[in-house]
Antibody, heavy 120, light 115 residues
Framework: QLQLQESGPGLVKPSETLSLTCTVS??????????WGWIRQPPGKGLEWIGS???????YYNPSLKSRVTISVDTSKNQFSLKLSSVTAADTAVYYC????????????WGQGTLVTVSS | DVVMTQSPLSLPVTLGQPASISCRSS???????????LNWFQQRPGQSPRRLIY???NRDSGVPDRFSGSGSGTDFTLKISRVEAEDVGVYYC????????????FGQGTKLEIK
């Protein structure tokens, strides 16, 4: 059974960089059938797409966040990561990592999510 | 950008009664391969979203058959034939036709509650 687990600091100071890692178990991140993505959800609000990456390293970012986002992949560790720079309180959210299935063009697996609070 | 619009945003339902959620896209979701990539997700309180339906009407493994998806082009519907207590949560539609997603691929969400 595929599992995705987010890890990283739960508290980040304003203007600093948010860094999260997603560890994939029960499947290979190098599969050509999937992309890997990050989605966030501010408290009490809906889902916002951040971006995604293919195992080859190709990345696709939400234009509204593109100037601040970097997603990378480490196939040797079966992990992919998110960096969001110059954070503000508006970046406070639950951050989910997810697997994107190409055959259905959909998210078929989600991590449990991790709450990141931006506060001094 | 494709914009996904759900209605209603709040849906109070009596146990055992049917429920219906609408999702409209600003552009057709029919892809050049002939498929329509419209998905539905359920997010129970305190949980991650989970996929219920993919490609308009295909239920995921383990999803009760009281959930069904339908629609075409730009108009889609998720129906629950008889609402149960475990169905409480927020439901999202998501388009996958414009792939990979780069921005607003999710609807705003519809909160289903028991009346």
């Amino acid at each position: 059974q595929l599992q995705l687990q987010e890890s990283g600091p739960g508290l980040v100071k304003p203007s600093e960089t948010l860094s999260l890692t997603c560890t994939v178990s029960g499947g290979s991140i190098s599969s050509s059938s999937y992309y890997w993505g990050w989605i966030r959800q501010p408290p009490g609000k809906g889902l916002e797409w951040i971006g995604s990456i293919y195992y080859s390293g190709s990345t696709y970012y939400n234009p509204s966040l593109k100037s601040r986002v970097t997603i990378s992949v480490d196939t040797s560790k079966n992990q992919f990561s998110l960096k969001l720079s110059s954070v503000t309180a508006a970046d406070t959210a639950v951050y989910y990592c997810a697997r994107l299935e190409m055959a259905t063009r959909s998210v078929d697996y989600w991590g449990q999510g991790t709450l990141v609070t931006v506060s001094s | 950008d494709v914009v996904m619009t759900q209605s209603p945003l709040s849906l109070p339902v009596t146990l055992g009664q049917p429920a219906s959620i609408s999702c409209r896209s600003s552009q057709s979701l029919v892809y050049s391969d002939g498929n329509t990539y419209l998905n539905w997700f359920q997010q129970r309180p305190g949980q991650s979203p989970r996929r219920l339906i993919y490609k308009v009407s295909n239920r995921d493994s383990g999803v009760p058959d009281r959930f069904s998806g339908s629609g075409s082009g730009t108009d889609f519907t998720l129906k629950i034939s008889r609402v149960e207590a475990e169905d409480v949560g927020v439901y999202y539609c998501m388009q996958g036709t414009h792939w990979p997603p780069i921005s607003s691929c999710f609807g705003q969400g519809t909160k289903l509650e028991i009346k």
